[in-house]
């Protein structure tokens, strides 16, 4: 840069504007110390700069675009077929193995990225752990609790961050695994079967054909897999965890608050039609089954604590946008968002309001953790209705898998090691195959758990276009070690119970919840193009798509979308438990509607840019 020395203003602009155009240089320069430290890594930028200028295939007219993940080279095409996708990604991930360690450790605020979320990992599975055990306690008869679930968690989550191809995806058992747990519940109660060994069964078969479909790539599959199919099933998670929170809501109101004793005048009523029952036919035994004392501080104190929990999450993960502190306290509040939120309302809920006693979590501390499924058990009937069961488990583990990775993988992420999808699916079935013998409860990929995992690993940039503000990722830490911590502070947590865990109420869980279902809308298009329907146009954001697409196209694709979305949910949400079965094999038809079916309704062109990433 210095050599020439008749360089024009214009030219001397384009140079540095070449300088400045990457995004992680320009954060370095932003961390820089002193003017000292600024100059060399100005100098250092400039010789890498020349060096690759000066290669051939450096120059524009060489250029390619980043390699598909899915594609192939010529020399693996000729190789043998099975198993070529997981020695792919094992090629690709194992250079890169020590480094997941040592990237979790050294760099600017990486040791207080490493502590924020690796908190961030633990409250935000351990509490979901602590609700589906709840939920599967309920629906297995006690045969699946909250300290199963507890030690799934544990030993899926080490496991998968040790061997793992993409260590920044989160396991966990998720609300459709729980719904199918009922599912296999209800079916041996009513052929007389054994939970236990009817449980394993399902899910040997479920680890069987995960490993078929990743030893013959099928994973592949997933390059068909666009933008559209992973907002869609995203928001149906969200909605899911939403839903979760409002039945607990509506279920405590319920048993608390909208009960006779609330209510004297028509208690009058209803003790008078008792008595007159008492005195002729008999007792009056389904008003005797359904009442319950009127505690309506119980209610008002749930829905303070749910919406307390998410007012303050949100609140502080969102404090980077707001002028008051330092750049790096703001940033620090929105990295301990989860945490604290939940420390503060469950002091709130347990000390400020220690009056009004809230009902713990049920927990059996007897619980055996090691004893094997008694597969002898079952008859060759219910084995092969096993293998049904465990083939529709086996397309929602595949679907959830591979989405999840998707969207940890997506480019404006700026991953820089690599994805994993064959292997990933390898390791999943292997620990799921551990699982089920001993009937513990099943782990799979989580959304949004493994997108929002990679943002608290993100150094973050804020730029405003046109009076809009927008985040977009810098730079991510790629480490094993934020898994690893927080899935062994999991295992310590059993021996945290029942105390003390039980001091975070049940209002916290359901806040949790919303939190994590309201922050994972962030960045997701699809709902801001649903905002787009209640927005003034003038006011529309500067997005790419909007400047490309015809309102009209944008309007017809969300339609599109929110109608895949709502057969989804009418099937995903449906209270008849075996309609739950035909849920995964829905997610696999997102792919060829999006590729058969919208096109002929929308231009391929405006699709670029709508379904693009």
């Known amino acids: 840069m210095s050599n020439k020395s008749t360089k024009t203003a214009m030219e001397t602009g384009r140079t540095f504007s070449t300088i400045m155009s990457d995004i992680e240089f320009r954060y370095q320069l932003h961390e820089a110390n002193n003017e000292e430290e600024f100059r060399?890594?100005?100098?250092?930028?400039?010789?890498?700069?020349?060096?690759?200028?000066?290669?051939?295939?450096?120059?524009?007219?060489?250029?390619?675009?980043?390699?598909?993940?899915?594609?192939?080279?010529?020399?693996?095409?000729?190789?043998?077929?099975?198993?070529?996708?997981?020695?792919?990604?094992?090629?690709?991930?194992?250079?890169?193995?020590?480094?997941?360690?040592?990237?979790?450790?050294?760099?600017?605020?990486?040791?207080?990225?490493l502590l924020s979320t690796t908190l961030f990992l633990y409250f935000a599975c351990v509490l979901p752990n602590i609700a589906f055990g709840m939920l599967n306690d309920n629906n297995t008869g006690g045969a699946i609790g909250v300290k199963?679930?507890?030690?799934?968690?544990?030993?899926?989550?080490?496991?998968?961050?040790?061997?793992?191809?993409?260590?920044?995806?989160?396991?966990?058992?998720?609300?459709?695994?729980?719904?199918?747990?009922?599912?296999?519940?209800?079916?041996?109660?009513?052929?007389?079967l054994r939970f236990d060994a009817m449980f394993a069964c399902v899910g040997l078969w479920n680890c069987f054909f995960l490993i078929l479909y990743s030893v013959t790539n099928l994973s592949k599959l997933m390059k068909f897999s666009s933008r559209s199919t992973e907002e869609i099933f995203s928001l149906f998670i969200t909605f899911a965890f939403s839903a979760d929170a409002i039945k607990d809501t509506v279920k405590d109101f319920n048993k608390n608050y909208y009960t006779p004793d609330c209510f004297p005048a028509d208690n009058d009523t209803n003790t008078l039609t008792t008595n007159l029952t008492n005195t002729g036919m008999g007792t009056n035994l389904s008003y005797q089954d359904n009442h319950h004392p009127c505690h309506k501080e119980y209610?008002?104190?749930?829905?303070?604590?749910?919406?307390?929990?998410?007012?303050?999450?949100?609140?502080?993960?969102n404090f980077t946008k707001t002028p008051f502190l330092t750049s790096g306290k703001r940033e620090m509040l929105a990295d301990y968002a989860l945490p604290a939120a939940v420390l503060i309302m469950s002091f709130f809920g347990s000390f400020v309001f220690r009056d009004v006693k809230l009902k713990p979590f049920k927990y059996v501390a007897e619980t055996e953790l090691f004893i094997l499924a008694p597969l002898h058990t079952l008859p060759w009937p219910?084995?092969?209705?096993?293998?049904?069961?465990?083939?529709?488990?086996?397309?929602?583990?595949?679907?959830?898998?591979?989405?999840?990775?998707?969207?940890?993988?997506?480019?404006?992420?700026?991953?820089?090691?690599?994805?994993?999808?064959?292997?990933?699916?390898?390791?999943?079935?292997?620990?799921?195959?551990?699982?089920?013998?001993?009937?513990?409860?099943?782990?799979?990929?989580?959304?949004?758990?493994?997108?929002?995992?990679?943002?608290?690993?993100?150094?973050?940039e804020e730029r405003v276009d046109q009076g809009h503000v927008q985040q977009i990722v810098v730079r991510v830490r790629e480490t094993r070690l934020t898994g690893i911590i927080s899935?062994?502070?999991?295992?310590?947590?059993?021996?945290?119970?029942?105390?003390?865990?039980?001091?975070?109420?049940?209002?916290?869980?359901?806040?949790?919840?919303?939190?994590?279902?309201?922050?994972?809308?962030?960045?997701?298009?699809?709902?801001?193009?649903?905002?787009?329907?209640?927005?003034?146009?003038?006011?529309?954001?500067?997005?790419?798509?909007?400047?490309?697409?015809?309102?009209?196209?944008?309007?017809?694709?969300?339609?599109?979308?929110?109608?895949?979305?709502?057969?989804?949910?009418?099937?995903?949400?449906?209270?008849?438990?075996?309609?739950?079965?035909?849920?995964?094999?829905?997610?696999?038809?997102?792919?060829?509607?999006?590729h058969k079916l919208v096109p002929k309704v929308i231009s391929p062109t405006y699709l670029k840019a709508l379904d693009g990433h």
């Open 40 to 113: 060399n890594l100005f100098r250092e930028r400039t010789r890498e700069l020349r060096k690759q200028q000066s290669q051939p295939e450096f120059r524009k007219s060489h250029l390619q675009l980043p390699k598909n993940p899915f594609d192939e080279d010529e020399t693996e095409k000729s190789r043998f077929f099975l198993g070529r996708g997981m020695i792919g990604d094992i090629k690709r991930r194992l250079p890169h193995y020590f480094s997941d360690y040592k990237d979790g450790v050294i760099g600017n605020k990486t040791p207080q990225k």
């Open 148 to 192: 199963k679930i507890l030690f799934s968690q544990c030993v899926g989550g080490i496991i998968f961050a040790l061997i793992g191809g993409q260590p920044l995806i989160v396991l966990l058992t998720t609300a459709p695994l729980a719904l199918y747990t009922k599912i296999i519940y209800s079916i041996s109660e009513d052929f007389n």
């Open 299 to 317: 209610s008002i104190l749930f829905l303070l604590l749910m919406l307390g929990t998410v007012w303050v999450g949100i609140t502080m993960f």
């Open 382 to 460: 219910a084995i092969f209705a096993g293998a049904g069961l465990g083939f529709s488990l086996s397309l929602l583990f595949f679907m959830d898998q591979n989405i999840s990775s998707a969207l940890v993988n997506t480019p404006s992420n700026k991953l820089k090691k690599g994805e994993s999808y064959h292997w990933d699916l390898f390791t999943v079935a292997l620990i799921n195959g551990f699982l089920s013998i001993f009937t513990l409860p099943w782990v799979h990929a989580a959304l949004p758990h493994s997108p929002l995992h990679v943002k608290a690993l993100a150094d973050m």
């Open 487 to 594: 899935h062994v502070m999991i295992g310590l947590s059993m021996f945290l119970l029942p105390y003390p865990l039980s001091y975070i109420p049940a209002p916290v869980l359901d806040g949790l919840f919303l939190y994590v279902a309201l922050t994972a809308l962030f960045g997701n298009q699809l709902f801001d193009r649903i905002l787009l329907f209640i927005t003034e146009q003038s006011a529309y954001p500067p997005n790419h798509y909007i400047r490309r697409v015809p309102q009209r196209q944008i309007h017809i694709f969300t339609v599109i979308q929110l109608a895949q979305l709502l057969v989804l949910c009418v099937f995903g949400f449906s209270p008849i438990s075996y309609m739950k079965m035909v849920f995964p094999i829905l997610i696999m038809f997102l792919m060829p509607i999006r």
